[in-house]
């Protein structure tokens, strides 16, 4: 590399040869509380002050930082007051893409006599604010409310590694590239004079540039009033207050790529745009969704807190907005959690399922690649765009390891349809429908029938359903399964998804030799899976078939997943929903992922005991399929008992395993949160709740035998779109009895408000 680089006339050189770090952290021997703040494609994780600690050793919050493209482009955002950090009186991150804290200073010290109190505790406050929206903005209002004037100094202390998420998530790397710092423009000589640096008062540029020669900027242009000074990365405020008097400072940092945007989203000018832009889209998107609230409080916190984490977790990619999987780690498009997202919010949103179904149409395997685990027809697992991705240190460019997002895909293709009638996309989407199914059959016929999966890519996945964690797939006695793998619940996607293509196949697109085809194809499946797959002895079904087509018998929450498919008799089905419920797999909060029998069950483990809200929301649709609502409603009613243990009412992506009567839901240590199908887990168990079934080809809807849990007695969906008809419908739960304590009352439905010509039909 040369030692300065030029982009459009402005200058740089390696930051290596500059004493930038001449600003001391303020240093915490114990981790803070973070928060996380989130807009479209960039997300922020500070401490409840809003800071950014970069010199801190505490392993636990090395993920701090300002995101975007999987890179961090702040890894220190420190604000002091004379070089001590403020006191935090509040905070609040509710807006989800905001984040405001009160502050006030600690016994400042008079610098002239050190015995000497300067300025008592308390006198000083410091209202913080900072807004994402295609960038990262900050507002500080200072005011002094002591009875004299006082003079000191406010700093605020940036920097910026550039890191990609894979490297903090501990990924090692050979080569990384390097720090550049800007200086005039004729001055490009590796040995620099600060006097020639470029940074002034008025803005600050931090970059980088990566083994790809791209580089990348977090470029600072501060508002109202100015710093006095920069010293390296810090900025400085000589104050002087009169009493009762404030004054206001702040900035604007942008994001840039070899002097483009980073962001997808547009940066407005200064903070009040950002935030006046964030609410109006907000507020355009909660007014054409499904309204959804009940007579209990503390439940509806929870809806609204879902419908808040479903638009703050809404992603640009390409051709539309997909649910993001996860804040901090999965910020990005994944198959599988995009698609079970999108089918578990179609009660709430139609088109974020439309456009996850476009979406991952477009990154549709197209080639043989072992790096990729591509074939043609494959639907991704994991899109990354950070340096390590553009250097093809890892795969994810896209990554297609992942055994069900394919046949998900296709489910949820059909599912859209039954919901909408949305004849352009099922048609436009068709030959993707094609594609799909033939990479589906290739694999099958290649697995002794089955799907099954094995890590091809050395950079991949070993375990590839919607367990992937390398563990977790294990027998009765904890034996790790070996050699390719067939999930028991992939076998029940692949059916559910012939049978449902074979409908649209025969009824809309009159192409009977498909049809009949995957009709039959799933039939055998049906009644070969009955046969291998079930363990006499336990009277459960396998969590998979091994390499050798031997049972991997270790009691799990994967058949749970089949119940509502279709896929096993009735009496195999009555079996497994009443062995979910035992109390070694139910905590009394939810259903564990594995046995706590097992001798690798772990409560803590990631796929080894935990209890995953996604999970159980499926389990749930099964358990009341099947006859079972009583059940359905008791693990619906502990998950919505455990969120209400959450901050901010916020269900997390898995909490651990420990049994109801041992005490409050014990948290996972590093669980995303918002994450999208924990989030979606909300509007699935009230999906599940009102039995709402959608036949828009049919021109109908019919909603099957209502069941409200005895903590909602009225609840309300109101601008429920199916098809181009609105609904707004009303379900009431008859009063308690005796009865009631063991049996499900009945719930009354009735249709308040109807605007298009869909037949409801309400099914007692």
Known sequence: MSSFVDLDGRVFVPAVELPISEWGCVLT???????????????????????????????????????????????????????????????????????????????????????????????????????????????????????DTVKFQISLSFDADFADLFEIRGFDRQARGGILRRVAEDNTSAEVDRDYLVDQPTELTLAYRGLDDAVLESHIEFAHQLPDYLKGYTAVWNVRLESHAEIKMGYRLAMMMNSKPVSQVRLPGELNQAKAAELAEEERWRSQITKIRCDNPAINQIIERAEKDVYLLRQ????????????????????????????????????????????????????????????????????????????????????????????????????????????????????????????????????????????????GLQNQGWKDSGNCIVDRHGKMAEGSIALCEVQAYVYAAKMRLSEIARTIRKEEHLADHWEYSAKELKERFNRDFWVEDQDFLAMALDGEQKQVDGISSNPGQCLHLGILTEEKAQSVAERLMAPDLFSGWGIRTLSSDSPAYNPIGYHTGTVWPHDNSLITMGLRSNGFPEQALEVAQGLFDMIGHQPYHRPPELFCGYARSQGNPVQYPVACTPQAWATGT???????????????????????????????????????????????????????????????????????????????MIEA
């Open 316 to 459: 640009s990619f390409e051709c539309g907005k997909v649910l993001s999987a996860g804040v901090p780690w999965f910020c990005t498009l994944f198959g599988r959690d995009a698609i079970i997202a999108a089918s578990q919010t179609l009660i709430l949103d139609p088109t974020i399922a439309k456009e996850t179904l476009i979406v991952l149409a477009q990154y549709q395997g197209k080639d043989h690649n072992d790096w990729r685990d591509e074939k043609p027809g494959k639907i991704l697992h994991e899109i990354r765009l950070g340096e390590m991705a553009r250097c093809n240190e890892i795969p994810h460019t896209p990554y297609y390891g992942t055994v069900d997002a394919t046949p998900l895909w296709l489910m949820l293709y059909a599912e859209y349809y039954s919901w909408t009638h949305d004849r352009e996309i099922l048609d436009r989407l068709w030959d993707n429908a094609l594609a799909a199914m033939a990479w589906i059959d290739q694999e099958m016929e290649q697995t002794d029938g089955y799907l099954a999966y094995y890590q091809r890519s050395k950079r």
């Open 29 to 147: 021997d114990r981790a803070q509380p973070t928060l996380t703040l989130k807009d479209d494609d960039l997300f922020l994780i500070a401490d409840t002050i809003g800071n950014i600690s970069g010199c801190t050793r505490d392993e636990a919050i090395t993920s701090m930082g300002l995101f975007c493209r999987d890179t961090r482009f702040l890894n220190r955002l420190e604000l002091q007051i004379n070089g001590r950090s403020p006191i935090l009186l509040t905070s609040n991150a509710d807006k989800g893409f905001a984040l405001s804290a009160l502050c006030t200073n600690p016994i400042l010290w008079d610098e002239d006599k050190p015995t000497e109190i300067g300025i008592a505790a308390e006198t000083i406050s410091i209202q913080r604010e900072l807004v994402l929206n295609g960038g990262l903005f900050e507002e500080l209002v200072v005011h002094n409310y002591g009875p």
């Open 682 to 760: 909300v509007f699935q168990l009230i999906q599940m709740m009102v039995n709402l079934v959608p036949n828009v080809e049919s021109n109908q809807v019919r909603i099957i035998d209502p069941a409200l849990p005895q903590s909602i007695h009225q609840l309300s969906i109101e601008n429920l779109r199916v098809g181009a008809t609105v609904l707004d419908v009303e379900f009431v739960r008859e009063k308690s009895s005796d009865f009631d304590r063991t049996h499900v009352a009945t719930t009354s439905c009735r249709v308040t408000r109807k605007r298009g010509n869909l037949r409801v």
